[in-house]
């Protein structure tokens, strides 16, 4: 996978565990790592008395022997629990173990400089596998408290931290709406003031036209009488002469049809001005009923402010009143070792002495166990207890369900995108494990049966 595709990758997964604090992310990474083959294995380059190439890998379970060409499937074994003295002669080492029948474990390192590096690992191993099966002492009990009310603490401050981020959205959010809200009923009120102004012009106009349809009626009206006027001087002429008779006799004709020709006119203007008085009157009525509608928004207008104005209050008041987290106490832990040749480590209870020294024997000490005094829990102390660890039990079960899934997805997005040119040795035995369903701890098991005895002699043929 290239760079780019990493990063978007860890982007998404950001997001995904939007939530989690630096210690719990740091807790699951080391969860998922610590299944991994070469975790916590650190290798020095030893060879056995046939002087054949091998690896030497000191973990905190004990020490491992890996052939030269696999660091990822160990050949043998030995936990720290049999191991009884370890002694070293510049570049010799000799492990002894705590079955004193069996021979000893023998091998050497080419550089002399790394042997103090192998004996240092070995002891602060050692020390730490002794340590975790003591028993706490008072002061780790009182540390253990202390870390259990940070964390109830923190959880408390992050649930506060999450309700107050929620009641954030939310107040968000009901701003986004009353600005869409408010938006609407903007476009609301500009529609109904277009359809207002629309509705005035259109009242003018009708209005308008109106008073012109009076006007060519009250002409026509005259052009009637004006007509009917010519016909009365006609009728007074036409006894004058025949002719002027008949000649009025026709221009009364003609009169006669430009009168009905003129009334006809006048009957349809008449019409035609209560048809448009009519239309103003509806015109009037939308009118009344548009502004009697942006009446009424303007009142939800005003509703809705008041509405966002109180959520606001709500929310200055509960974010002035959200308290700032406190930082973890920071806590150190130091290893104190001798300088020297001779470096002896001591066991509890049963576990073997482990010392450093010359070729000679040395004696193991028997160290005594400190027993640290424990207050009794009553039964609701108890109780808690319990439903408080099956919370967190079914919180775990639950996000490891989902890391395994991220990282199969994962897997398979990889071997899409695998070269076979660029694979090693060792992504061939990983291969090879996983297709025969072995994993880092069943491979172990496997290291570790049988005998010291046989394990030394099988060191021996390598």
Known sequence: ????????????????????????????????????????????????????ELWLGVTALGLNVYESENKLEPKISFPWSEIRNISVDDKKFTIRPTDKTAPNFVFFSKNSRMNKLILDLSIGNHDLFKRRRKPDTIEVQQM???????????????????????LREEAERQKVELEQRLFQYQEEMRAANE?????????????????IAEEETILLTQKATEAEQECQRAHLLSAKSQEEKLIL??????????????VAEGERRATEADRLQQ?????????????EKLSGYMKNLNTSFSHSAANSSILSASMYNSSPHLPPPPYTHSLGG??????????????????????????????????????????????????????????????????????????????????EENQTILDDVYLEQLRMGETKYSTLRRTRSGNTRTRVAFFEEL
């Not at 026709?250 to 009168?259: D, I, N, P, T, Y």
């Not at 099956?390 to 079960?397: A, I």
């Open 1 to 52: 996978m290239t760079a780019e595709m990493w990063e978007e990758r860890i982007r998404i997964w950001y997001a995904d565990h939007q939530g989690m604090t630096r210690d719990e992310a740091e807790m699951e990474y080391l969860k998922i790592a610590q299944d991994l083959g070469m975790y916590g294995v650190n290798y020095f380059k030893i060879t056995n008395k046939k002087q054949t």
């Open 144 to 166: 253990k408290a202390a870390a259990r009310e940070e964390k109830i603490r923190r959880q408390v401050e992050k649930d506060k931290l999450s309700r107050e981020k929620q």
């Open 195 to 211: 359809a207002l102004r629309r509705s005035e012009e259109t009242a003018e106009l009708l209005v308008e036209k109106s008073r």
């Open 249 to 262: 006799e026709q221009k009364v004709r003609e009169a006669e049809v430009l009168v009905s020709t003129l």
């Open 279 to 291: 239309e103003l009157f509806r015109a009037r009525s939308s009118e009344k009923h548009a502004k």
């Open 338 to 419: 001798g300088s020297g040749c001779d470096v002896t480590v001591g066991s509890t209870g049963d576990l073997p002495n482990l010392t450093m020294g010359s070729t000679d024997a040395l004696n193991s000490t028997d160290a005594v166990p400190e027993y640290a005094s424990m207050e009794l829990l009553n039964d609701t102390d108890i109780e808690q207890l319990s439903l408080e660890i099956e919370k967190e039990r079914g919180e775990y079960l639950e996000r490891s369900r989902h890391l395994q899934k991220q990282l199969r997805q994962l897997k398979s997005e990889i071997e899409v995108l695998k070269v």
